[in-house]
């Protein structure tokens, strides 16, 4: 009986415990079916080698963001991506807002002409030898390069043009 009863309260908590990191999810998985067609079509336009992203519509903005992986050119950048990982965010009425492009792989290796010597002297000096993540962040008004820096308590987030001057 003591077995059964401690099962039970066992059972109990992984139940509550489940049901507590649920509700600690701030974003609702939406299907491809139940997009906007602006999204679905202009998100088709802008990747068309997409094949397949995951999407989500964050609760508090309405946002959809896709997550892919992107083969191609971007001819702005003059750059070809083989597969990096990048997430696109769209408004609900179907406009894109921008997309981040994971450059790590590029930035590790030295002789990647994409990421400048200016840009890597900023994040060698900005981060001081900690761990980093950088990304290239594509908008209609700028693109930039999108440092984080892992610091604690809090982590660092440094903009920097592709020229390799910090945006405030």
């Known amino acids: 009986m003591k077995i059964r009863m401690k099962n039970c309260a066992l059972a109990s908590l992984l139940a ?6 649920q509700a600690c999810d701030d974003d609702d998985d939406v299907d491809n079916p139940k997009l906007p067609n602006t999204v679905q079509q202009n998100f088709a336009a802008r990747y068309p080698g997409v094949e397949y992203a995951e999407w989500e519509q964050e609760k ?6 896709g997550d892919f992986y992107y083969y191609g050119r971007q001819e702005e950048w003059n750059v070809e991506f083989a597969g990096v990982e990048a997430k696109a965010w769209y408004l609900s009425t179907g406009a894109w807002e921008k997309t981040e492009f994971d450059v790590m792989s590029l930035y590790r290796n030295p002789n990647d002409a994409f990421i400048s010597e200016d840009v890597r002297n900023v994040i060698q000096t900005r981060a001081a030898g900690r761990e980093i993540d950088l990304d290239a962040i594509d908008t209609p ?21 592709f020229d390799g001057s910090v945006i405030p």
Do not use: M
């Open 16 to 21: 509550l415990g489940a049901f507590t990191l």
């Open 60 to 65: 508090s903005t309405k946002k959809y963001t």
């Open 141 to 161: 008004n700028e693109d930039y390069f999108l440092l984080e820096i892992d610091k604690e308590p809090r982590d660092e987030y440094v903009k920097i043009s």
